[in-house]
């Protein structure tokens, strides 16, 4: 809701990053199996590589850590459409490949110990490693994948959408299988395809197991933790496998140092920050900027017990905000969308509730290469041009700026603008309320964090003197996750995540195929056929100079559109820890790598 050691390092780091993805272009693999897969030319780390350079290969192992869980849980099945599944699922799971942490878009070898595309990027085929054992010790086999990729993609739409450009899958043998794709030139699809967790067959498929329903049985996986012991609704912990198969594999050396790993749920965030500060958790990314600035003035972090510290973030910092529901008729007009936008005051809100914390957001891809920045390029006029009819005037001829307000005069002349544009919308002030046909213009904010609610309260102050009529509604997490996943919202706070390497996760967040699936991930209900085909030129991009070009031209539409208020960000972590967990000397760019890459210090007292 999805932060600087020195920010001259920060930039110099971007700097590098840019000048090296420009230069680079994707090798030639010519069906020649691999130990990696990159988008950006060859792999950091070669054949046979010791460990990840973040990592402390010495790290101690043992001890417990705890972190903070919202709401509740029901079940242990992470793949159904309705039930809430407990935190921390994804360590009993591996997937076919792994990331690396200090490099973007590529994945190194895990289940799989080789894989292999051709070089039109028309299919992958991956090698399992013979040393791969799921939790009960049954080999894992190519048929487990097979069933994995099928039982997933025909029962969840997440699946079913992220992984739409695989025509098939088959077992070529015990040990390698087979992805064939609709279409050649997807240079990503091989790395979405090498993320797929990997489930047991033969254990799903057994007397009275059933994947599309909630269980509180604790499942068989092939990960580095179990799961260890439970109470629904306050407590799940995970305990490490001593027998996990790659526990001495490259890409685990280092890693997976807690012997028990415990999410403690809670209710409320501020008790959770209480329960923190107490020393009942170990860890916390704090994204509360009150809570940075004031909330951690306690001894503990005054003598050292607690250590506060702001590492880089060399993430792409995607779009925050609150997002409209257009498939509400009250929406569908980017006009009145627009208006919103002058309506908010940022620069109030961070120098009043943020301690002057961040930057406004003005990019889906802020903070990278990505991000458009004045008038269309050449290049991307190319991609724009013939959609022009389907288009905003002002893709064309404005470059996107948000609204600013650095005095009350600003902030009235904002305002002024945003009655203008309601005009124009046809919604006008009748006794005091704003209507259209005799329909009353009302709001309502839903928010799952109490926190926002002193953001929302003075941005519904500023729409109120424009006669709407808005509220805030703040419910428990498992309500608001099921009224998300049936759009029953009007406006919500929400971030789509992104990447260096943005590719078929586009269609989930904008293509029209994804606007009326139940659980998707299209929240604004977007259907729009030029922004479906700027997703497409970004995904079978055949180069790091035209995946940017679309990105930006993508971008562009998006923000002329007005689908969301932005919001903002910083370019740091915010963490603050225990002095009885400890981190790797270096942190990775792209994530601080909490819990995998950290350790306990059980010589310390707790």
């Known amino acids: 809701m999805q932060m600087f050691s020195s920010s001259k390092k920060l930039l110099a780091a971007f700097s590098f990053l840019i000048l090296t993805f420009q230069a680079v272009i994707t090798p030639t693999y010519a069906d020649a199996p691999r130990h990696a897969l990159s988008l950006f030319g060859d792999p950091k780390y070669e054949q046979g590589f010791a460990h990840f350079d973040y990592v402390n290969p010495d790290a101690p192992k043992g001890g417990e850590v705890r972190e903070a869980a919202y709401g509740s849980f029901d079940s242990f099945n992470p793949y159904i459409l ?30 799989a110990k080789s894989m292999a595309h051709p070089d039109d990027f028309a299919s992958v085929t991956f090698t399992l490693d013979e040393r791969a054992r799921f939790h009960d010790g049954v080999s894992v086999k190519a048929a487990d994948v097979v069933w994995s990729f099928k039982t997933l993609t025909s029962n969840h739409p997440f699946y079913r959408a992220y992984y739409a450009d695989v025509d ?41 197991k059933d994947i599309q329903k909630t269980t509180l049985e604790p499942p068989v996986g092939s990960g580095p933790y179990i799961i260890d012991t439970f109470e629904t609704g306050r407590y799940v912990t995970y305990r490490r496998n001593p027998d996990y198969w790659a526990k001495d594999l490259n890409v685990s050396v280092g890693k997976y140092n807690f012997a028990r790993v415990r999410y403690d749920y809670f209710g409320d ?93 003005g990019s889906y891809f802020d903070n990278s290469e990505l991000a458009a920045t004045g008038l ?93 009529t808005a509220n805030i509604r703040t419910i428990d997490p498992t309500q608001y996750q099921n009224r998300v996943m049936d759009y029953d919202f009007d406006i919500i706070v929400h971030s789509f995540g992104q990447s260096l390497s943005p590719g078929n996760e586009q269609r989930n967040y904008w293509s029209a195929e994804n606007a009326d699936r139940p659980g998707g991930r299209n929240l604004i209900g977007i259907k729009n056929p030029a922004i479906d085909k700027l997703v497409e030129h970004i995904i079978f991009a055949p180069n ?31 963490l603050a820890y225990w002095h009885n967990i400890s981190r790797p000397d270096n942190l990775p760019l792209y994530s601080h790598g909490f819990p995998s890459i950290w350790w306990a210090n059980e010589d310390k007292p707790k």
Do not use: C
């Open 82 to 111: 309705k039930g809430t599944p407990a935190q921390g699922l994804g360590l009993i799971y591996d997937t076919l490949t792994a990331s690396s942490l200090d490099e973007p878009g590529t994945q190194y070898a895990l289940l």
């Open 168 to 208: 098939s899958v088959e077992a070529i043998s015990e040990r390698v299988v087979k992805f064939t794709f609709r279409k050649s030139g997807n240079r990503e699809l091989p790395q979405i395809v090498g993320q797929l967790v990997v489930l047991p067959k033969h254990y799903w498929a057994g007397e009275g």
């Open 269 to 361: 965030f501020t008790v959770a920050f209480e329960a923190f500060k107490a020393g009942n958790l170990q860890f916390r990314d704090e994204n509360n900027s009150k809570n940075w600035a004031t909330g951690y003035d306690v001894p503990a972090a005054k003598d050292g017990r607690m250590t506060l510290e702001m590492p880089a973030n060399g993430s792409v910092q995607g779009m925050q905000g609150f997002i409209f529901n257009t498939r509400k008729n009250k929406f569908k007009d980017l006009k009145l969308r627009q208006a919103f936008n002058h309506a908010y005051d940022f620069e109030w809100a961070n120098n009043t509730l943020f301690y002057g914390q961040y930057v406004r957001t």
């Open 376 to 468: 269309p390029s050449p290049a991307e006029l190319q991609l724009l041009s013939p959609l022009h009819d389907q288009l905003p005037a002002s893709v064309f001829t404005q470059a996107y700026r948000n609204p600013e307000n650095p005095d009350p005069n600003a902030l009235r002349q904002n305002l002024r603008k945003a009655k203008k544009l309601l005009e124009e919308a046809g919604w006008n002030v009748t006794n005091g309320k704003l209507q259209k046909n005799g329909e009353i213009l009302e709001v309502e904010f839903l928010l799952v964090q109490p926190a926002f609610e002193r953001i929302v309260a003075p941005f519904i102050r500023n729409l109120e003197k424009l006669g709407v």
């Open 544 to 574: 790091r100079a035209t995946q940017i070009t679309a990105t930006r031209a993508l971008d562009r539409v998006l923000l002329a559109h007005h689908f969301v208020v932005p919001h903002w960000h910083i370019p740091t972590h915010r």
